[in-house]
T-cell receptor, first 116, second 114 residues
Framework: SAVISQKPSRDICQRGTSLTIQCQVDSQVTMMFWYRQQPGQSLTLIATANQGSEATYESGFVIDKFPISRPNLTFSTLTVSNMSPEDSSIYLC?????????????FGEGSRLTVL | GQQLNQSPQSMFIQEGEDVSMNCTSSSIFNTWLWYKQDPGEGPVLLIALYKAGELTSNGRLTAQFGITRKDSFLNISASIPSDVGIYFCAGSTGRGSTLGRLYFGRGTQLTVWP
């Protein structure tokens, strides 16, 4: 398995500010993703973090709002820009280990953001 | 995109009872994963399935990959209080290095009464 550490674990932010969430994996992984989980809801994929290139965003999410970096195989950041109360959510980093015909995705503990 | 229907939405059971939940999709999946999420934590992977008909156990948990490749179920036997949490199914059209994105069900909230 992969151990995924996220920072910060929680934060309270002011409207209009930006916050960067860091994700560190304890081993090299082929896949990294960022998900959002709103209170009481399921997980929604924001984007695939691609190593050394621009992230691939899902419908409804744009780079200007959620810039993502992935400089190497073990680290990624997600920035939530120009925050509004609607951005209050849990943001989860996910990393994957792939075998020839197998694949598992593991999650960090999440970063709970509250925007006032 | 693919839709996953997970049921039941919630379950209230007594300690010692068995639990069953399932997930169906509108599309064929090549990988099914089951997760458990405790309050304030990220989802924890319980079981991974890769082949149609595959039946896999992890302690008191058993999961199966449906023959049609459009469904999966998770059983928990002899439930205990620490089984409380939200269980999510997740599926992917990929496998291995092409696993790619996961589609998640809405979750099953399990409550276990002592």
């Amino acid at each position: 398995s992969a151990v995924i550490s996220q920072k910060p674990s929680r934060d309270i932010c002011q409207r209009g500010t930006s916050l960067t969430i860091q994700c560190q994996v304890d081993s090299q992984v082929t896949m990294m993703f960022w998900y959002r989980q709103q209170p009481g809801q399921s997980l929604t994929l924001i984007a695939t973090a691609n190593q050394g290139s621009e992230a691939t965003y899902e419908s409804g999410f744009v780079i200007d709002k959620f810039p993502i970096s992935r400089p190497n195989l073990t680290f990624s950041t997600l920035t939530v820009s120009n925050m509004s109360p609607e951005d209050s959510s849990i943001y989860l980093c996910s990393a994957g280990l792939a075998g020839e015909n197998t694949g598992e995705l593991f999650f960090g503990e999440g970063s709970r953001l509250t925007v006032l | 995109g693919q839709q996953l229907n997970q049921s039941p939405q919630s379950m209230f059971i007594q300690e010692g009872e068995d639990v069953s939940m399932n997930c169906t999709s509108s599309s064929i999946f090549n990988t099914w994963l089951w997760y458990k999420q405790d309050p304030g934590e990220g989802p924890v992977l319980l079981i991974a399935l890769y082949k149609a008909g595959e039946l896999t156990s992890n302690g008191r948990l058993t999961a199966q990959f449906g023959i049609t490749r459009k469904d999966s179920f998770l059983n928990i036997s002899a439930s205990i209080p620490s089984d409380v949490g939200i269980y999510f199914c997740a599926g992917s059209t990929g496998r291995g290095s092409t696993l790619g994105r996961l589609y998640f069900g809405r979750g099953t909230q399990l409550t276990v009464w002592p």
